[in-house]
Structure formats: C-alpha cells, structure tokens
Nanobody, 118 residues
C-alpha cells in the first residue's frame, strides 16, 4: 500500500510560480515511477511530468521549459516546480505512484487545485 498526499496548490496570477509537493508513505521503496497529472474542467486527465527511480524525467510538451519535477528520497516527496504559469495550466493536479515490476500497481493522490488568473 502507498498513500499519497498532495499540497501546494492555490490561486496565482499568470506569469507566477507555484510548487506542488506529493508526500508518499507506505511501501515507497517499491515505487518505480512518480508522476504528476492534471485534469482541467471538461477535459481528460493528462500527464504533466514523470520521474523514474533512476532520475530520468519526462514532460508534456506544453510544460517543457516551465515545469520541473524533482524527487527528494530523504523526505519521500516528489515536487513539481511550476514557473511562468498560464491560465491554461488551471486544473486539478494529481500525484501518481506506479510500480511497473511484478506485481504492478498504481496509486493516486486526492488532487490539489491550481488556478491561474489572467
């Protein structure tokens, strides 16, 4: 079992910055990939950024150069630093933990709202 708790969302003006944090507890040593997804109202959930256990990262084209995902193994957290925010970044942001090895699993956090005003 893995528990994920997101924090750091809020309201920010366009061009501003926010940092989201995802605190993981439980069987975290078995996690292979930590990722942030977002879901805007009326749209499908989409991948924003991911970081694998070896440190490699992957970003959606829409956030490349603006967002940075990082992992703090000592604190069992994954952070998403968001700069140059745009109104279209407004969404609920979810943290996801995935194990790709057998037995595979995935866990989701409850989500945190990010609102960017123009």
């Amino acid at each position: 079992q893995v528990q994920l708790v997101e924090s750091g969302g809020g309201l920010v003006q366009a061009g501003g910055s926010l940092r989201l944090s995802c605190a993981a507890s439980g069987s975290i040593s078995s996690i292979d990939v930590m990722a942030w997804y977002r879901q805007a109202q009326g749209k499908q959930r989409e991948l924003v950024a991911a970081i694998i256990s070896g440190g490699s990262t992957n970003y959606a084209d829409s956030v490349k150069g603006r967002f940075t995902i990082s992992r703090d193994n000592a604190k069992n957290t994954v952070n998403l630093h968001m700069n140059s925010l745009k109104p279209e970044d407004t969404a609920i942001y979810y943290c996801k933990a995935t194990r790709v090895r057998l037995p595979p699993y995935e866990y989701w956090g409850q989500g945190t709202q990010v609102t960017v005003s123009s």
